[in-house]
């Protein structure tokens, strides 16, 4: 029993340590991208902060391509320890944010750094869900706020709207679809997106619902996709307290 309980708290400590350095990165990287903006919108350094953008986009790209390769072998050896602090596999999602923080500068040059602004801090929120939460609470987050920024995209008319309206819709179908399919084979599917499940019922309803949204949004726009943006948003936010109030 209380080799139960120190593994539990090793493991407690664990996350911790991990959100700690997550959190701690993602302002970093804000910090480091908007000096970069700044360099790029400069007409003195605009030349220099492209070059800097392609360099650090590359070796970015190239770097996570090497911690996924380097996770992959010792998965295959059976040498990846979950219990260390850093492992390749989490420098190369460092990298990976990192090289894709430089791409959607370069991509939308008028309104990248709002963006990540948005998204970063997101992806450190839904981090700490991944957790502290159930696998299935994660996985409609993800979805859901994806579907949110779609459809205020649409709204707000922006260069990321499509982009967006793909990611989302396919985010959506994947879920609905593991959800409603049975048997053995996607089983272990199933498992990684929802947990331990008897009842699909919600995560079916849920991700047609945001599947909707997202749709009415992009081909409707105006009014309708800040309704689908709020309408979402209020879903999310009932599904975190129900969730929250049950964990209690």
Excluded at 208 to 225: E, S
Aim: proline share 1%.
């Amino acid at each position: 029993m209380n080799e139960s309980n120190q593994k539990k708290k090793q493991a407690q400590e664990l996350a911790t340590n991990r959100l700690m350095v997550i959190f701690v990165y993602v302002i970093l990287l804000l910090m480091g991208m908007t000096r970069l903006y700044r360099y790029m919108i400069t007409g003195s350094t605009f030349l220099q902060g492209q070059r800097l953008n392609l360099i650090f986009l590359i070796a970015g790209a190239a770097a996570a391509a090497v911690c996924f390769i380097w996770a992959a072998v010792q998965y295959k050896k059976r040498t990846f320890r979950k219990d260390k602090l850093v492992t390749p596999l989490f420098i190369g999602i460092c990298f990976l944010l990192f090289a894709l923080s430089c791409l959607v500068l370069r991509l939308d040059f008028s309104n990248g750094m709002n963006v990540l602004n948005v998204l970063l801090p997101l992806m450190a929120v839904l981090y700490l869900i991944y957790l502290i939460c159930e696998r299935r609470f994660f996985t409609f987050c993800v979805v859901c706020a994806a579907g949110v920024i779609s459809a205020y995209c649409s709204y707000q008319g922006a260069h990321e709207r499509l982009p967006m309206a793909i990611l989302a819709a396919v985010l959506a179908l994947t879920a609905f679809i593991v959800a409603l399919t049975k048997g053995k084979g996607a089983e272990r599917l199933r498992k990684a997106l929802f947990g331990k499940i008897s009842d699909r019922r919600f995560a079916v309803v849920s991700n047609l619902a945001i599947l909707a949204a997202v749709a009415a949004a992009f081909f409707l726009g105006g009014k309708i996709a800040l309704i689908a943006a709020i309408g979402l948003a209020a879903l999310l936010l009932g599904t975190a307290v129900y969730y929250t109030v049950r964990a209690l």
